[in-house]
């Protein structure tokens, strides 16, 4: 069986995305795993084409299952011995398909067919949405509160992407589940802009022996960097935070109980 039926009932090319399916028994690395669900889609996307040729063509069920027939009949003269199984199953399939559709009316056959590309427009549309809603304004100057409290929450927000999208297993699949909520590039920018204020400022201190055991400067920024800017910047957004005046010097107190000296 190969190539059979019309273009767009390829019979041969079902028989080989089943193959590629039927490999993908019993114990399975994790690679396997993988591997196999698009197999499945690919097999079910070439059965659900020919079935809706069928029915499109011959919209009486009982026309179309036995046209399905006659065709893959007319194959199995060129079908190997060891693959007539297969052949079967794959009739067995059609037939169960053609079956639940086949008592639809032709639009609602139509509507089943586009599902996946109508369900993949909302969740773009609902992507979309999402990522206006949570993208964060960053347009006060660094040296206001509303400048230091945006920013302060643009680091947040980066942090939080970061920690979800920090693995090496499948970090592809959590940055497209999570790319609506992904810091945009002045979110970026402004998350820069507040951990240099804080690791300037812990420099001062300690440089004023205000902070007692900081760092010295590095070329790269640290875990425990990384924790300090949070710290900071949970302080600059809690409701109970005075303010100093200017608003920047809000931020050096809690770099100093970081780094107390007795």
């Not at 190539?3 to 089943?18: F, V």
């Not at 499109?56 to 299952?65: E, I, V, Y």
């Not at 507040?194 to 420099?203: H, N, P, S, T």
């Not at 900081?214 to 409701?239: E, K, M, N, Q, S």
Request: charged content about 30%.
């Amino acid at each position: 069986m190969v190539g059979g039926g019309t273009a767009m009932r390829d019979y041969g090319e079902l028989l080989r995305r089943w193959v590629e399916v039927d490999r993908f028994r019993g114990y399975l690395t994790e690679a396997e795993k993988e591997a196999r669900a698009p197999a499945i889609n690919r097999y079910d996307a070439q059965r659900d084409a020919i079935v809706h040729d069928l029915l499109d063509r011959t919209p009486d069920p009982s026309d179309a299952l036995a046209t399905m027939r006659a065709e893959i009949d007319a194959e199995r003269p060129g079908t190997p011995d060891e693959l007539m199984g297969v052949v079967d199953q794959v009739e067995a399939e059609l037939a169960a398909r053609i079956e639940a559709l086949g008592g639809r009316k032709p639009w609602q056959r139509r509507l089943i067919r586009r599902a996946p590309l109508l369900v993949l427009a909302v969740i773009l549309a609902a992507y979309g949405g999402i990522r206006v809603y949570s993208s964060r304004s960053v347009d006060a100057p660094l040296e206001t509160r509303a400048g230091i409290e945006q920013r302060a929450a643009a680091f947040r927000k980066a942090v939080r992407y970061a920690d979800w999208t920090d693995t090496r297993r499948r970090r592809w699949v959590l940055e497209v589940l999570l790319w609506p909520i992904a810091p945009n590039d002045g979110e970026t920018r402004a998350a820069a802009e507040f951990a240099g204020v804080v690791l300037d400022g812990r420099r001062a201190l300690a440089a004023g022996r205000l902070a007692c055991g900081a760092p010295p400067p590095g070329a790269d920024v640290t875990d425990a960097d990384i924790a300090l800017i949070g710290r900071v910047a949970a302080a600059a957004l809690a409701p109970a935070t005075r303010w100093a005046t200017p608003p920047i010097m809000t931020l050096l107190p809690p770099i100093r109980e970081a780094y107390p000296c007795r």
